[in-house]
């Protein structure tokens, strides 16, 4: 976890959704369509708050928790700045695997876009998915973020210099069977594991929730920088055009192995 805290420490995830919106764009679209209409929301994993200032823009009352003291503090002070203090109901720096500071069955939906990415052995994913089913009301909505480990694969047959030790087939050969990645190169992504898809809602089921939708939450990654380029030329509508047709193709489960990132949206049964 240290190491996992150092990285994030020097690291700008607010910019990361910036640079990269369509991510942030077909998870909002989504997380309001399921969304209860009212309600307290649970940001766990929340990172330095983008998917906490958007909800609390939007009336709900918010209790927000990060692994990283940065990210929470980052946070705090976001809320001042756009004068949501007032929606939010606490600022932690938790553990998605122990939450002890909050109550059994308090929140009416549950976020959490981060935790899964990093813990590598399955008796900490199941102590993450138990605490999020507790704190989460009866009935109550998730939406819970994955990286897919096909996508991971292709990446490091595209990039290999890119995604140490994947620079080698013995190593990815390795990764598709355990799901765990480590970066060779210090201060690079790591402590990551990724899951196969087909995994990823019995996993859920198997702790308490009813699968409703699994999205994409990121097709256009597979498009380069000269390809976003070609199309940004063309004009802000055309971009338009293409981050609409993404929303829409996001529910179709034959791309879910190109985004980059999965959203799970379940209830708690």
């Known amino acids: 976890m240290s190491e996992i805290i150092d990285y994030y420490n020097q690291f700008d995830e607010w910019g990361r959704l910036d640079r990269e919106p369509i991510e942030f764009q077909v998870n909002w679209h989504y997380i309001k369509k399921y969304m209860p209409k009212t309600g307290r929301v649970f940001d766990n994993g929340a990172g330095p708050g983008k998917y906490s200032m958007k909800l609390a823009e939007e009336g709900y009352r918010i209790t927000l928790a990060d692994l990283t003291p940065k990210f929470v503090t980052f946070a705090k002070s976001k809320a001042k700045e ?15 695997r122990d939450l002890n500071m909050i109550k059994d069955e308090q929140f009416d939906a549950s976020l959490m876009l981060g935790p899964m990415y990093h813990l590598q ?61 480590n970066h060779a190169e210090k201060g690079r992504f790591t402590g990551a594991y990724y899951f196969n898809i087909e995994e990823i809602n019995p996993f ?4 308490g929730f009813e699968s409703l939708k699994l999205i994409g939450s990121n097709a256009g990654t597979i498009l380069s920088n000269d390809n976003w380029d070609y199309w940004e030329k063309k004009g802000e509508q055309e971009v338009k055009k293409i981050i609409n047709l993404i929303k829409e193709k996001a529910e179709d489960p034959y791309i879910l192995g190109i985004s980059s990132h999965l959203l799970y949206i379940g209830r708690k049964k």
């Open 204 to 207: 859920m089921e198997a702790h």
């Open 82 to 96: 756009l004068d949501l203090e007032q929606q939010f109901d606490g600022f932690f720096a938790a553990d998605a």
């Open 121 to 181: 052995n399955e008796k900490d994913r199941i102590k993450a998915a138990n605490e999020l089913y507790r704190v989460t009301k009866k009935n109550g909505l998730v939406f819970v973020a994955f990286m897919p480990r096909i996508r991971h694969i292709l990446n490091s047959l595209l990039s290999p210099e890119n995604w140490k030790p994947n620079n080698r087939m013995e190593a990815i050969l390795q990764f598709s069977q355990s799901g765990c990645f």
